[in-house]
């Protein structure tokens, strides 16, 4: 079956997905708004064809020989328990190696996201990809319900415990001591926060992510590339105010809008992927980190 693209969808369709995939609207809200988009087909089929595929689009398989990759736990902060994450790295590294946090969307850690660990453990990082949704139990391998559970999450304990992740990078005995984050979405969002909380971030690199607080950017020290989507207004919306702060605070930034692009344009399980917006995006990306945490 031929892979459908962001442009075999109404771009209503997509704005609706869009609110229902961040819970602005619910699962039934959206099927009975789109419904009279859903020409030969049924709403659900069309939600259906919008949800990910995540074996189609895996480049690197968890038993890969080239990598070792294992969940671990490490300690929540201020006595919440554990939180595990996916841990990739290359099976034989050569000397110490930098490291990178790895935020997924707001579905939790999906294997879409362990694919994005594994692809920089290739590319000779050790990545770790915690999960947030850990203490409800951790990704439930739906998204339906992990959209359902990500907004019972106390979001001032998760940035903890992304916090606290970083601060398990920096002091692994296999890393070089530098670390950098890269987040997707509500991970972008993350890694723009993560930015103003840790002065020896050694860069962050926010896709489509929502802007830090305005009052918090003078405390980035770490050097940013943050990747936008040009179809993507609720995101786009404070960019502007957000720039304006980066320059007044002299922060060192690099900015992309990409022509065309949908939201989540790099996720490659669902149709909102641009190809050639996300090979250079990557690419500008892996440029970034080996700029950063290698020299």
Request: charged letters at 25%; a negative charge; glycine letters at 8%.
């Amino acid at each position: 079956m031929t892979r459908k693209t962001a442009n075999d969808f109404d771009p209503e369709v997509l704005r609706l997905f869009d609110k229902y995939v961040h819970g602005d609207i619910s699962r039934r809200d959206f099927l009975q708004s789109a419904v009279r988009f859903a020409v030969g087909v049924s709403a659900v089929a069309l939600l259906d064809a919008l949800n990910p595929r995540f074996a189609e689009a895996q480049q690197v398989a968890g038993d890969d020989p080239r990598i070792r990759a294992t969940y671990v736990e490490y300690p929540s902060p201020r006595g919440y328990g554990k939180v595990r994450g996916y841990l990739a790295q290359p099976a034989e590294p050569e000397g110490k190696l930098p490291a990178v946090l790895v935020v997924h969307e707001n579905r939790g850690l999906n294997p879409h996201i362990e694919d994005i660990a594994r692809r920089l453990a290739l590319d000779n990082y050790i990545a770790f990809a915690p999960d947030a949704l850990y203490p409800l139990g951790g990704y439930p391998g739906d998204e339906d319900k992990a959209r359902e559970l990500f907004p019972k999450l106390d979001q001032a304990k998760t940035r903890e415990d992304f916090v606290a992740a970083f601060g398990v990078l920096k002091r692994l005995i296999a890393g070089n001591g530098k670390v950098g984050v890269v987040g997707f979405c509500y991970g972008g969002g993350m890694a723009n926060f993560l930015a103003t909380r840790l002065p020896d971030l050694d860069a962050a690199v926010p896709f489509y992510g929502a802007h830090a607080a305005i009052e918090d950017v003078p405390r980035i020290k770490a050097p940013l590339m943050l990747h936008f989507a040009e179809n993507d207004e609720r995101i786009n919306a404070g960019w502007p105010k957000y720039e304006s702060a980066l320059i007044e605070a002299d922060v060192d930034y690099l900015a992309f809008i990409y022509p065309g692009a949908q939201h989540g344009f790099n996720n490659d399980t669902t149709p909102r992927f641009d190809e050639a917006a996300a090979a250079l995006a990557w690419k500008r990306t892996l440029g970034f980190l080996e700029l950063h945490l290698r020299s």
